[in-house]
Nanobody, 119 residues
Framework: QVQFVESGGGLVQPGGSLRLSCVAS????????IAWYRQAPGKQREKVAH????????????WYSDSVKGRFAISRDNAKNTVYLQMNSLKSEDTAVYYC????????WGMGTQVTVSS
């Protein structure tokens, strides 16, 4: 079963940026869609972005939740078994633990990476 390791989180001020990485333990060429999720204290885990790979390294189909649309950008590098999440214009409500997984067939959740947005 594939496992994911998230990294890149940290403490930033409102309006700042972070780039998260999600490294898979196995080849991701056969996994069409991989997603980023987040979970804030006392709230349910929510999907914030996903990206679908159609077999062309220069072509993909991203999706974003309304809460992050226009601020976050998801990308993937299949050769490195890695999915990225570029987060810009961060707000306090973006504070959460961020995870990646497979929406259609979720594997075990990893440790996630903490993102804290505070002044």
């Amino acid at each position: 079963q594939v496992q994911f390791v998230e990294s890149g989180g940290g403490l930033v001020q409102p309006g700042g940026s972070l780039r998260l990485s999600c490294v898979a333990s196995r080849n991701i060429f056969r996994i069409p869609t991989i997603a980023w999720y987040r979970q804030a204290p006392g709230k349910q885990r929510e999907k914030v972005a996903h990206i679908t790979y159609f077999g062309d390294p220069y072509l993909g189909a991203p999706w974003y939740s309304d809460s992050v649309k226009g601020r976050f950008a998801i990308s993937r590098d299949n050769a490195k078994n890695t999915v990225y999440l570029q987060m810009n214009s961060l707000k306090s409500e973006d504070t959460a633990v961020y995870y990646c997984n497979i929406p259609e067939s979720p594997t075990d959740w990893g440790m996630g990476t903490q993102v804290t947005v505070s002044s």
